[in-house]
């Protein structure tokens, strides 16, 4: 009548390779300070402060349908902005994982252009204050655009050493030699 039956299942695994994403490794971002004590660090802040007020000044400093007042804001704007990118990088050492990536050159290439833009925005903000009335808030902000241009001037060649050196970017500590 009743007979008892045992009956056995099977499994079978079939084992696939698997795709892992080997992207960059972001485990050692974290926020160092010590950066803003090299002169690296010091010249970065600096140039934010100057462009900072250059871009203030010319937005108060006169009439703004001027076309060099128009460009030193935009210069001031962008270089603020991309300066700041910068710091955020070496602060959070993104520039350590991105090893492939001349920091160094591509800093000194930043440099030298803002050095050339900020003496063409210094020379029009000059130009500017003694062409029109009511624009004295001009002369201001050209003198803030020679400053940065000293400061980027001069950033641009500590780069240029650190690049004949063959240095190495890194955030927080000194440039490392390239070994």
């Not at 010249?43 to 462009?51: F, M, P, R, S």
């Not at 009335?133 to 003198?143: C, E, R, T, V, Y």
């Not at 690049?163 to 955030?171: L, P, Q, R, S, T």
């Amino acid at each position: 009548m009743y007979q008892e039956r045992t009956i056995t299942y099977g499994r079978t695994y079939q084992t696939e390779p698997r795709v892992v994403y080997h992207g960059p490794d972001f485990s050692g971002i974290h926020l160092d300070l010590d950066y803003l004590k090299t002169l690296s660090g010091m010249l970065k802040c600096i140039q934010i402060a100057l462009c900072f007020l250059t871009f203030i000044t010319v937005i108060g400093g006169g009439p703004y349908y001027y076309n060099g007042a128009t460009w030193a804001s935009f210069v001031s704007s962008v270089g603020l902005m991309i300066t700041t990118i910068l710091l955020v990088f070496y602060l959070f050492h993104v520039v350590d994982k991105f090893t492939n990536i001349p920091w160094i050159v591509c800093e000194m290439i930043y440099c030298f252009m803002f050095t050339m833009f900020f003496f063409l925005a210094g020379s029009a903000l000059a130009l500017a204050s003694m062409q029109y009335k009511l624009s004295a808030g001009w002369a201001i902000a050209s003198f803030f655009a020679f400053c940065a241009m000293v400061a980027y001037g001069f950033d641009c060649y500590l780069k240029f050493l650190s690049w004949k050196k063959g240095e190495k970017a890194v955030g927080g500590n000194t440039n490392v030699q390239n070994v």
